[in-house]
Nanobody, 125 residues
């Protein structure tokens, strides 16, 4: 089973940047997608940015397009989320996730079977 450990969260002011990291272990040959999701208090979990790790095709939520960048270091089995121009509405618990096989809704949390424990991001105005 894939194991995921996030790090890099914290508290910043609006306009600043953070980089989240997700260390993955026990990959399987069928793990095709990895990504970042977030959940704010009282809200549903939503897709932020995901990646087909084989094709390196990326997908972004409209709310973060142009501000966030997802990337991977395959040699280190690590996924990153560079977050620039942070806004107070980006405040949430951020989760790393992985999915096996081909999925057709790469920003849908329900398609991802493996999850990390989350890292908190707080942006103040």
């Amino acid at each position: 089973q894939v194991q995921l450990v996030e790090s890099g969260g914290g508290s910043v002011q609006a306009g600043q940047s953070l980089r989240l990291s997700c260390a993955a272990s026990r990959y399987t040959s069928s793990t095709y997608y990895m990504g970042w999701f977030r959940q704010a208090p009282g809200k549903e979990r939503e897709g932020v940015a995901t990646m087909n790790i084989l094709a390196e095709r990326t997908y972004y939520a409209d709310s973060v397009q142009g501000r966030f960048t997802i990337s991977q270091d395959s040699a280190k089995n690590t996924l990153y989320l560079q977050m620039n121009g942070l806004k107070p509405e980006d405040t949430a618990m951020y989760y790393c996730a992985a999915a096996d096989g081909v999925i057709y809704s790469p920003l849908s949390p329900s398609r991802f079977a493996y999850w990390g424990q989350g890292t908190q991001v707080t942006v103040s105005s």
